[in-house]
């Protein structure tokens, strides 16, 4: 099978190039620049992608990659600082560019394989300080902007392309017809690959692995963690333990869901924790975001740890962690703006031999597909993003049972008007949060005093920024009329048209 190699020198848009490639039906891994060249040999790459990076290559301490990747006898396609470090390694000049390019450009394209079927003049997506300020001998320029005189570069002999633009961003207007030419028209591979293939494949490699071993998984409701049993359930069946703790927390019928689908419909062997008790009263009296997140964090391990001790020692650990995870947890720096919960701090409580993590490599819409292929209903596989400690920090204020009741009903009326105006798939997340304001109201002659709702509902891409949603009059009338008329003790609804920054997405 044809397989490409892409070397991360850390750039931000490594993820989009592998999924560039993957949906192309050619298999792809991403290594770091400091890969060996024996581990890239075994590997046995059919083309070798190099990243984009934050680095200027004339620096001291700019990454570069293993001897020897030139010499595999391999097309090359560098791109951004990949370009860059090409040009470097072949002698010719990078230096700061007089003028930086960001954003939308106009390229001006030579004859070049990279750009068959592409337009003479088109746009591309550019976001650098560095050039190339004098190409490397045997090379030949294949593209150039107004003020980039080397937007691509080509030696066809070798087989050695450069890009200085993202090729892999949605802006780029032919960035993936520029993909599939390095791919397929210089370097002949054979689409083949397809994802019930990593399916099969991954399915194989945990069964390799695990033999008869035990193997247990924190089952969270999430996508990732749902995948990711259902992969390793199809490799090992019954030696899958999965513990699914409920803290009380959950949408309504998310937990019966759970139940139904991985216990009843498929025959996991499932552990559901009823923990309501337990997390409700730790967190009486409690109404710092902050500290309702730490304790939501700590009682989850603790709930788990006294599972897994019944259990006893078990030899794999699962673990769902996609790509993006990776991504952050290598790169995080900055202040924390709210501590995140999810079920990554198990290790060091469960006694085990090895993590097997069987979505490392995957974006989250290819986890999705993922799913699908596995016959995970939507309820799981679509399911909105939902945080760890779930309602409790949709509350304002203190958490109590009535307020958890309203919220679910509320939540529960508000997601299913969404869906019946058609408009679940073009909103990234909706969901209602209970502000902690009571307010006067009347209803048929009588005064209320009930609480306020605020509707919350964002487009987004990845989470880290945010818009509010657009919903039309119309639809938020109907939304308000049905919660105030089906869910007790509210008497008013307001929307919140805040973007993220400065607001985020969730209130606490
Ligand atoms: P914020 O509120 O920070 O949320 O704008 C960004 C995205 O992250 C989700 N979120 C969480 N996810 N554990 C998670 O796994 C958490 O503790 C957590 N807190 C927020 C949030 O729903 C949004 O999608």
């Known amino acids: 099978m044809d397989k490409v190699l892409i070397i991360d020198f850390g750039g931000q848009y490594i993820q989009l190039i592998a999924r560039c490639i993957r949906e192309q039906n050619i298999y792809c891994e991403i290594y770091p620049w400091n890969a060996s ?40 396609l560098g791109i951004c600082y990949g370009m860059q470090y090409i040009a470097n390694h072949f002698n010719g000049v990078v230096k700061t560019a007089p003028s930086r390019e960001y954003g939308k450009q106009t390229l001006f394209v030579n004859n070049s394989p990279l750009f068959n079927g592409i337009p003479a003049q088109n746009i591309c997506w550019m976001s650098h300080t560095d050039y190339i300020e004098v190409l490397p001998k045997n090379f030949e320029v294949a593209a150039y902007t107004d003020t980039c005189p080397v937007a691509a570069m080509q030696n066809e002999e070798q087989k050695i392309y450069g890009v200085q633009f993202h090729p892999e961003v949605n802006h780029c207007d032919y960035g993936k017809k520029v993909i599939s030419n390095f791919l397929f028209n210089i370097c002949k591979l054979i689409p083949d690959w397809k994802m019930s293939d990593f399916i099969n494949d991954t399915v194989a490699k945990i069964k390799a692995k695990c033999g008869n071993g035990k193997v247990l998984c924190a089952l969270s409701g999430g996508v990732d963690s749902a995948v990711a049993a259902a992969l390793v359930f199809r490799a090992v069946g019954d030696n899958l333990i999965c513990v699914y703790v409920d803290h009380g927390f959950m949408r309504k019928n998310e937990t019966a869901e759970i139940i139904r689908v991985f216990r009843e419909e498929r025959g996991f062997n499932l552990i559901a924790v009823d923990a309501k008790e337990r997390f409700v009263s730790k967190l009486k009296g409690i109404t710092d975001p902050e500290q309702k997140r730490k304790i939501i964090g700590e009682e989850f391990i603790r709930t788990f740890e006294e599972e897994a001790k019944k259990i006893g020692k078990v030899d794999f650990l699962v673990q769902g962690t996609i790509y993006p995870d990776v991504v952050e947890s290598g790169g995080k720096t900055g202040v924390t703006i709210k501590t995140h919960h999810n079920v990554g701090g198990l290790p060091s409580v469960v006694d085990f031999k090895e993590i097997i993590e069987p979505l490392r490599d995957l974006l989250k819409d290819e986890v999705r597909t993922v799913g699908k292929q596995l016959g995970l209903p939507d309820s799981i596989v679509m399911r909105q993003p939902f945080p760890g400690p779930g309602l409790s920090i949709r509350i304002i204020g203190e958490v109590t049972e009535e307020k958890l009741n309203i919220l679910r009903d509320a939540d529960f009326v508000f997601r299913d008007e969404i869906e019946k105006a058609g408009l679940s798939e073009k909103i990234w997340q909706y969901f209602v949060v209970m502000t902690n304001s009571l307010s006067v109201g009347v209803m048929g002659d009588y005064r209320t005093y009930n609480y306020t709702l605020a509707l919350r509902a964002v487009t987004s891409v990845d989470g880290m920024t945010a818009d509010w949603a657009r919903i039309p009059l119309d639809v938020l009338e109907k939304i308000s009329n049905a919660i105030v008329n089906k869910v007790d003790r509210v ?17 606490e």
Do not use: C, M
């Open 37 to 76: 060249i024996d581990k890239i040999k075994q590997f046995s790459p059919s083309a070798i992608v190099l990243s984009g990076g934050p680095h200027s290559i004339y620096k001291e301490d700019a990454p570069k990659v293993t001897e020897g990747i030139f010499s595999l006898n391999v097309p090359v």
């Open 491 to 507: 008497n008013r609804i307001v929307y919140d048209i805040t973007s993220k920054p400065p607001a985020t997405i969730e209130w």
